[in-house]
């Protein structure tokens, strides 16, 4: 403890970056941090690799013969399920992000890094950045449990990227609702009731796990119109790869391609606002 | 000419609802000195650092960081501050090595810089032991100073320590002082908020005392001691008819009820406040008198004392108060009858 060197006013030279190469640098930086976070917290090591892991096995084993019934002749449920169950993994993914952001403000890390001269939307644009990076690994992960339970990519490597990038695309989408959510509850326990329960009804009420005609009529309605729905159809369609009509294909992905566009526009911005004033 | 306060703040309001956190605060900070921000829980001082640290919004007024503007040019100011305490945090997923990193990497550094920066401050904090473990496993000493290593990765030129001893041990606590007196020998001003007295009377070139949002009571250590008045001079004597004796002679020198005979002691306690000429003829009326004590001294209230004094709270006698029996927080009395001077 002699050193007093070390305390003495700045030695190095060193100069912030401006613009845009400034939010990518920070962003990058508070993104490389969230996750380190990952190996180092067990619940989400579950969250992101056991969970898909036990649920294509349940479901596959425990309902797939029941719902298989129900499939059109020559679909198997582990082609019905998987690209069903990467949206539904990937939506229940997305909570993680409102408990890290609802726990980094409980503990002091936000006000940390406002004290710091960084750009603004650098700590929420690197945690969506690295839950971006954490639901391309889920859905990964899933992608190989599927080819061991009978799923394939049947219209090649191509279509198969492509269906994990919508994937993905609809998550990082969903992950700024939960952005929000993290920042407007008291703490993380509450970020974890408050981002999780909804998303029950949301997956489930859905053809996630099942075709939707074999639900009550009123039901099918909010089925049929579930951007989950309409996120799990596209992904199927990309995983069976059949050549479809260019009008059907637009069809298909056009809604999906508008839900994620539109999630972004309105929870991005609300988030960023509310960043600034917690 | 003289240079301009490096922290200046001016009738400085934030209200949370109803509780009025900071009702028009007003102080300045010279560079290179230690400003002291002493008050009870509550009394609006971490409301202060979080509006000086750009971390909230005033209200209404004004609060300048080396000439700038904390509302309106925030980021530039961030850039010369460092900010420790309750408050601002590390990431205890982290490694000590890797908080460090991680900030070096935000204010502008390449990854050698920050490597170099962070195993430097390491090696000064004690903690190159403990740098690749995760934060979550240091005693509380080591995360103070793994806080504190982390608010000084930039080389702030000025610096928030926000309670920054609260909750430590004595050893932990000398050490974070002695850091704290090191980067004031080297320029750097400090902003210390504290409910700890000593802390204050320790470290602290001047102490502005903040109680309900409102600056109460403002100086040196030394200053604020003689205004709160309470000097006395303290005679000693050699038996109780010399002391008998004196209190005749000095009845005559007291305002009303300004003499407290201490038989137990044989000690006469005459209050002067700061009329120190007035000690000075009472020692002469005495030995005019023909009576000599055994010994005399000025006795100074302690900082305690004051506090006690302005913020209302704490009737224990004057002379039984030992500054290292003060309660962590002074705060627990009722502190509606806080005097305004």
């Known amino acids: ?278 | 000419m003289l240079m301009p306060p490096i922290i200046e703040v001016e009738n400085l309001h934030k209200s949370f609802g109803d509780t009025h956190a900071l009702a028009g605060v007003s102080f300045q900070v010279e560079e290179g000195s230690v400003l002291g921000l002493l008050g009870p829980n509550g009394a609006g001082k971490t409301t202060a650092v979080r509006v000086l640290a750009t971390l909230l919004a005033p209200d209404q007024g004004v609060a300048r960081v080396g000439g700038l503007d904390v509302k309106t040019q925030a980021n530039a100011v961030r850039s010369i501050i460092g900010l420790t305490g309750q408050y601002a945090a590390v990431d205890e997923k982290l490694t000590g090595s890797e908080n460090l990193r991680m900030v070096g990497r935000l204010l502008g550094m390449n990854s050698d810089q920050a490597r170099s920066r962070a195993a430097a401050l390491l090696e000064r904090f004690d903690l190159t032991p403990a740098a690749d473990r995760q934060v979550a496993t240091y005693s509380g000493g080591m995360r103070r100073r793994v806080d504190l290593a982390v608010s000084l990765v930039g080389s702030p030129q000025v610096l928030f320590l926000d309670e920054p001893t609260t909750g430590l041990d004595p050893a932990s606590r000398s050490e974070l002082w002695a850091i704290t007196r090191e980067l004031v020998a080297d320029g750097t001003t400090v902003l210390l908020t504290t409910q700890y007295l000593d802390e204050a009377d320790e470290l602290a070139d001047r102490i502005v005392v903040i109680d309900h949002g409102e600056v109460i009571e403002e100086g040196t250590a030394d200053e604020l001691k003689d205004r709160t008045g309470g000097r006395s001079l303290e005679i000693e004597f050699a038996n109780a008819a010399e002391l008998g004796a004196a209190a005749v002679v000095l009845e005559g020198f007291a305002p009303p009820g300004g003499l407290h005979r201490n038989e137990q002691h044989q000690l006469l306690s005459l209050s002067v406040d700061s009329d120190t000429a007035l000690a000075v003829r009472a020692i002469a009326a005495l030995t005019d008198a023909g009576v000599s004590p055994a010994d005399f001294r000025l006795h100074r209230p302690s900082l305690d004392d004051v506090f006690m004094a302005l913020t209302g709270h704490g009737t224990e006698p004057v002379d039984q108060v030992n500054p290292d029996s003060i309660p962590a927080e002074p705060t627990t009395g009722n502190t509606s009858e806080a005097v305004n001077s």
């Open chain 1, 1 to 278: 403890m002699s050193d007093t060197a070390t305390l003495s006013p700045k030695t190095v030279s060193y100069r912030r970056p401006h613009g845009l190469y400034a939010i990518y640098q920070d962003s990058r930086v508070i993104a490389w941090r969230n996750l380190i976070h990952l190996p180092r917290t067990p619940q989400l090591v579950i969250f992101t690799l056991i969970q898909p892991i036990m649920f294509v096995l349940l479901f596959t084993y425990v309902f797939g013969g029941a719902i298989g019934k129900a499939l059109p002749p020559g679909v198997s449920y582990a082609q019905f399920l998987i690209p069903g169950i990467m949206v539904q993994t990937l939506v229940f993914g997305t909570s993680a992000t409102a408990v890290g952001l609802a726990d980094d403000l409980q503990n002091g890390i936000i006000d940390r890094f406002r004290s710091l001269p960084i750009s603004r939307s650098a700590v929420l644009n690197g945690r969506i950045l690295a839950d971006m990076i954490r639901l391309t690994a889920v859905a990964t992960v899933l992608v190989v449990i599927g080819y061991v339970v009978g799923f394939r990519f049947q219209g090649g490597l191509g279509l198969g990227l492509l269906m994990i990038i919508v994937a993905v695309a609809f998550g990082t989408a969903m992950c700024w609702i939960m952005t929000n959510i993290g920042m407007r509850v008291k703490d993380a326990e509450t970020a974890q009731t408050a981002g999780f329960v909804w998303l029950f009804p949301l997956t489930f009420i859905s053809s996630v796990f099942t075709p939707v005609y074999t639900m009550p009529a009123w039901l099918q309605v909010f089925a049929r119109n579930n951007p989950v729905t309409l996120v799990a159809n596209l992904l199927r369609a990309l995983s069976v790869g059949k050549v479809l009509p260019d009008s059907t294909w637009l069809s298909m992905s056009l809604p999906v391609f508008l839900w994620i566009v539109a999630i972004t526009a309105v929870a991005a911005p609300l988030a960023v606002n509310r960043y600034r004033q917690v």
